[in-house]
């Protein structure tokens, strides 16, 4: 059961990063004049989640940009921009010959589509920035810097995506893109659970979205225990960051380690939805009972023992180093809230993750059941 959490931890965050480990290289004064002038930049994707939030952060502070994607999903969120439709799996040539200052890889999942798009770009592009995750690392158990071990997997060419492989295709998606882009060009950021408006994954959503609603509520663990979110729009600003500034090398994208926990998110639940839960923190002995560690039942929050209890714990201190600031995860929760309330009913009826409702009300049955047996 707790290899499968280990697999989930791997599979359930989103993002991926670059095989440069050392410290940031960052543009110095002197090149003042190169961070304000408008620059031309290319993003791979760009209108699922965290992309469309990329783009309008490079398009606010002015710079030029063009779309690489397969035009299947939400095709006319950005009309007045150039894209290039094509397929990352052998359909690249419609990048072929064109020059950007920067490209944003943000939807590279298999090593070998990652590879492709770095070699064919690596001498038309100053910097090649690549979204990978948390999840390339080898061991959860531990406090994960970034020169911490990697994940790997034993046949390189495996190329399907699974809760199993997705931290080791990322890894090493990281390192196939790495071989091919010089070090002084190549940013990897590594994001934890992202969140903020346009989440589809619903996983820091489920908290607010089920405080809301007021009543008996499980929440696991304890208060004490502390979890990482980073919102996607303070991602998006690190991101142009990175490439206005020439900022190179591999960022945790993390709140800091330790600093916000269970009950806090509850408490800002609860203020942000001006609705009053009565929680029923049930223990990590039982949760693993019910069958709730696995999958999104429990969301963001991980075990403090076992193979996972470090998965809330990345370092996030050579990103702040090197300037990324995030906002107070109540403003993210508000945002959420008043972007989930514009959804038609169709999307907002079916949370996709949490625990049901029939669930909850059984398992909180079996936790008073347990107590009352003392």
């Not at 950005?78 to 943000?106: C, M, Y």
Request: glycine share 10%.
């Amino acid at each position: 059961m707790k290899n499968n959490r280990r697999q989930f931890i791997k599979a359930g965050l989103l993002s991926a990063a670059v095989a440069a480990t050392g410290l940031p290289r960052i543009a110095g004064a002197g090149d003042a004049d190169k961070k304000r002038r408008s620059l031309d930049i290319l993003v791979l994707g760009g209108t699922g989640f965290i992309g469309p939030h990329m783009v309008r952060e490079a398009l606010r502070r002015g710079h030029s940009v063009t779309l690489f994607n397969r035009g299947r999903t939400n095709s006319g969120l950005f009309p007045d921009l150039e894209t290039i439709k094509g397929d990352r799996d052998g359909g690249l040539d419609g990048l072929a010959g064109r020059r950007w200052n920067a490209v944003v890889d943000n939807s590279g999942y298999v090593p070998r589509h990652v590879h492709d798009s770095a070699r064919l770009l690596t001498d038309n592009v100053d910097r090649y920035v690549y979204i990978s995750s948390v999840s390339v690392y080898e061991d959860f158990g531990i406090h994960n810097v970034e020169d911490s071990p990697l994940a790997t997997i034993a046949d390189e060419s495996i190329e399907e995506v699974t809760g199993e492989t997705y931290g080791a295709l990322k890894a090493l998606c990281e390192k196939r893109a790495g071989a091919v882009i010089a070090a002084d060009g190549f940013t990897v950021l590594r994001p934890t659970y992202i969140a903020g408006p346009g989440d589809h994954t619903d996983r820091f959503s489920y908290w607010p979205i089920r405080t809301r609603r007021g009543g008996e509520m499980i929440w696991p663990g304890k208060p004490a225990d502390t979890i990482q979110v980073v919102d996607v729009r303070d991602l998006a600003n690190f991101t142009i960051d990175c490439i206005e500034q020439e900022i190179s090398g591999t960022f945790n994208m993390v709140n800091p380690a330790g600093e916000y926990a269970m009950g806090q998110l509850l408490a800002d639940s609860q203020a942000i939805t001006a609705t009053t839960v009565e929680p029923i923190w049930i223990g990590e002995d039982f949760a693993y009972e019910q069958g709730l560690i696995e999958g999104r039942t429990l969301p963001v929050w991980h075990p403090t023992t076992g193979e996972a209890a470090a998965g809330g714990s990345f370092s996030g201190k050579r990103a702040r180093s090197a300037g990324f600031m995030g906002r107070p995860e109540r403003e993210t929760l508000r945002d959420l809230m008043t972007w989930w309330d514009t959804l038609p009913s169709e999307r907002t009826e079916k949370i996709r993750a949490g625990i049901e409702a029939e669930r909850e009300a059984e398992v909180i049955a079996a936790w008073k059941k347990r107590r009352s047996q003392l």
